[in-house]
């Protein structure tokens, strides 16, 4: 299963340990930082997305195609 962080470096400040997620997701793709026009070919393959709360809404009406039957987690600081 395919995962995706978009914006990680929002999250990370070298201070997380991101194993368990690893665990979960072997085939996770970490990207520091997306911009809105890098999305869709970032995500296009993927089961799972990851991202901040400010870029999903942004997202939000471009994305309700690839939202069908998908997982998608709103991380939150």
Do not use: H
Not at 14 to 20: I, K, M, P, S, T
């Amino acid at each position: 299963m395919l995962g995706v962080f978009l914006d990680r470096d929002s999250l990370d400040c070298g201070d997380l340990d991101f194993g368990n997620l690893n665990r979960i997701l072997p085939e996770l793709r970490c990207y520091s930082a997306t911009a809105l026009d890098e999305v869709a070919e970032r995500i296009v393959e993927a089961e799972v997305v990851i991202s901040n709360q400010r870029m999903v809404e942004q997202l939000a009406e471009n994305i309700q195609g690839w939202l069908d039957g998908k997982l998608m987690r709103v991380v939150t600081c």
